[in-house]
């Protein structure tokens, strides 16, 4: 990865958008990089509500990104109710945040959902093969899984009935902000996308 590097020597645009992008796409291949995960945010009744989620994929040529959830859960409401998605990572190591934005696809038992879920790990597929959705309320601490789940104990074929709530939601950006810390001085880029192509590129006050 580039960063971090001197200030001074950010001086282009095109160069920032770039390397946002060449971020995004480590984020989402390299479990390691602090922008695996992201925290997203979507709106009910004039009140945010954020989470985190891991980033699953980015198609930096598109300027799409995706995350994985259950169909069954609170966030799908919020998406599916304003079809919208605000999204932030941040990488301490390489001085970045990155804000972004767009409209959303909600992606149910498609071809993207097949690819994607033919991608999870055994272990992760429990969580979609409970009867219980996300946010039941329980009578006591537990993880919420029957026994057979918490011991691994579903073959794959299995497992695929947790298909039936996997969802990949797309968002597809229409608005980035780089924000980069550094003793020198702070910088601040925004760039905004039309139809996933870059439509604007400026330098903010940090
Ligand atoms: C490190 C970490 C990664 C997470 N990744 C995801 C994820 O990829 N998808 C997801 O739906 N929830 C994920 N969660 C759980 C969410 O943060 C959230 O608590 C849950 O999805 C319920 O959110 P909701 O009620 O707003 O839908 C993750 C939590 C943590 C701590």
Not at 68 to 81: A, G, M
Not at 168 to 197: L, P
Request: proline content about 3%.
């Amino acid at each position: 990865m580039l960063l971090p590097i001197e200030p001074e020597e950010i001086t282009d645009l095109p160069f920032v958008e770039n390397l946002c992008w060449k971020m995004l796409v480590e984020g989402a291949t390299n479990r390691k990089s602090a922008m695996h995960q992201a925290v997203i945010s979507t709106a009910k009744d004039n009140l945010a509500y954020i989470r985190t989620v891991v980033l699953r994929r980015v198609d930096a040529d598109t300027r799409k990104i995706y995350l994985h959830t259950d169909n069954r859960s609170k966030k799908i409401e919020d998406i599916e109710r304003n079809g919208h998605l605000s999204w932030l990572v941040y990488d301490q190591s390489l001085r970045s945040q990155i804000r972004l934005s767009g409209k959303t696809i909600v992606h149910h038992l498609d071809d993207l959902c097949a690819e994607q879920w033919s991608k999870t790990g055994h272990h992760s597929r429990r969580y979609y093969m409970t009867d219980q959705p996300p946010t039941t309320e329980l009578e006591q601490p537990s993880t919420g899984l029957t026994d057979a789940l918490t011991a691994f104990d579903y073959t794959l074929e299995e497992s695929e009935s947790g298909f039936q709530h996997f969802v990949v939601v797309e968002t597809c950006i229409d608005w980035m902000e780089w924000y980069y810390t550094h003793s020198k001085g702070n910088r601040r880029a925004r760039f905004i996308y039309a139809n996933g192509s870059l439509a604007g590129a400026n330098w903010l006050m940090p």
